[in-house]
């Protein structure tokens, strides 16, 4: 994926406002500004149903598998400890459920490639050995940043799924616990990542299917800001290594910024006599280690190459950038007790900027139902979703 010229980052929208306030370079000043950045990219979704914010996401299901197994209620080593002893376990196995006499059982713990645990809340009262079950996955976890779902579709059906209320889903598996094709859906808490909801369809999916999730996205939290160096080396593909070590999991969906003629480089809107406008720029895609990241394209070779990473901003052109610098503006006010007049005219400007970004948002059919790129993609083998990041261009 090609980053844009006019795409923005923490840091660009930062240092905008710092030198639209006609503030000193001081790290206070800066400190204060990067914390009104965050706090209106944090609000602004939540201010109005913005069509920018409404995004794709494609969540890919497990097949059901079965396999013969052992059981024993005390355990030796763990309680409700299952032991496989024919058939393989899925990658994913703790985070579905057995079937045994017809009832739904989930797993708590994966020990090892044999052996796991059931769940406290519901399992077997009995041992029983050499019996045969089924391993279904119902439960899927989403991404932090999903607000509201508008929608889901099943890819390969070509339909929509009907949502039903919490009970009565918990009443389908209770009464009639089937595995096939999934009509309907739920959305309730995870409980496989605190803070994060999960889609549970029922019946539980016997086959891999993908489904579509029309939905409405938070921003995600502003992390990385300016994270700088001058001992980067690029080779000819994708990888891109320093050894001072300042790369973290959090950079991935990040962007990284490349200059080959020593400055630390910056945006192209950014005014720093220090640094210059970069040469190359390009997403950041996976975490190695804290030495070496991959990034979304090939990168120009290099060595000593002035680097800088800062978390790209998902703001919509024109209307919606303009409502977004005003709501930092009036935050910076806020936050820092400037003056009564001057707080004033920066909540009528961002009054004026939000009514204008709405009346231009109603006007124009963005067609926002975007997908993630690769490898954003999720399914159900990927639980890291914070380091998820929406990038459109």
């Not at 640094?275 to 979304?296: G, M």
Request: hydrophobic fraction near 35%; proline fraction near 5%.
């Amino acid at each position: 994926m090609i980053l844009s010229s006019s795409a923005l980052t923490y840091h660009d929208i930062a240092m905008r406002l710092h030198d639209r306030f006609g503030l000193n370079q001081s790290p206070r000043e800066l400190s204060q500004v990067r914390v009104a950045v965050a706090d209106a990219y944090r609000d602004l979704p939540s201010i109005y149903p913005w069509k920018w914010y409404n995004r794709r996401f494609l969540l890919s299901t497990s097949p059901k598998a079965t396999f013969t197994v052992t059981y024993d209620v005390t355990g030796g080593s763990s309680e409700r400890l299952v032991t496989i002893t024919s058939g393989t376990a899925p990658l994913d196995l703790e985070y579905g459920e057995i079937i045994y006499g017809d009832k739904f059982y989930p797993i708590e713990r994966r020990i090892s490639s044999t052996q796991f645990t059931l769940a406290e809340s519901a399992y077997p009262p009995n041992d029983f050995t050499a019996t045969q079950v089924t391993w279904v996955r119902s439960n899927y976890t989403l991404p932090s940043q999903i607000r509201q779902i508008h929608e889901a579709w099943s890819a390969s059906q070509n339909r929509k799924l009907t949502y039903i209320p919490f009970q009565e889903m918990s009443r389908y598996y209770l009464i009639s616990p089937n595995t096939g094709v999934a009509f309907y859906f739920n959305i309730n808490s995870s409980s496989q990542i605190l803070g994060h909801s999960a889609l549970k369809l029922y019946p539980a999916p016997d086959a891999s299917e993908q489904f579509e999730i029309n939905c409405a996205v938070h921003t995600t939290p502003l992390i990385n800001f300016d994270v700088t160096g001058t001992d980067g080396v690029a080779t000819a593909v994708s990888t891109f290594t320093s050894a001072s070590g300042p790369f973290n999991s959090s950079m991935v969906g990040s962007v990284l910024r490349l200059t080959y003629g020593g400055k630390i480089p910056k945006g192209r809107m950014v005014y720093d006599e220090k640094r210059s406008v970069y040469e190359e720029q390009y997403l950041i895609k996976r975490f190695v280690s804290s030495t070496e990241i991959q990034v979304d394209g090939v990168i120009k070779t290099g060595t000593d190459v002035a680097f800088q990473v800062s978390d790209y901003v998902d703001i919509g052109p024109d209307s919606l950038l303009s409502a977004f610098e005003a709501l930092a503006h009036e935050k910076f006010c806020y936050n820092h007790a400037v003056s009564g007049e001057e707080t004033g005219r920066a909540a009528a400007r961002k009054t004026q900027e939000i009514r204008a970004a709405i009346e231009a948002d109603s006007k124009v059919n963005w067609n926002l139902e975007y997908s993630l790129p690769y490898p954003y993609i999720f399914d159900g083998s990927i639980i890291n979703f914070d380091s998820l990041k929406k990038h459109t261009f």
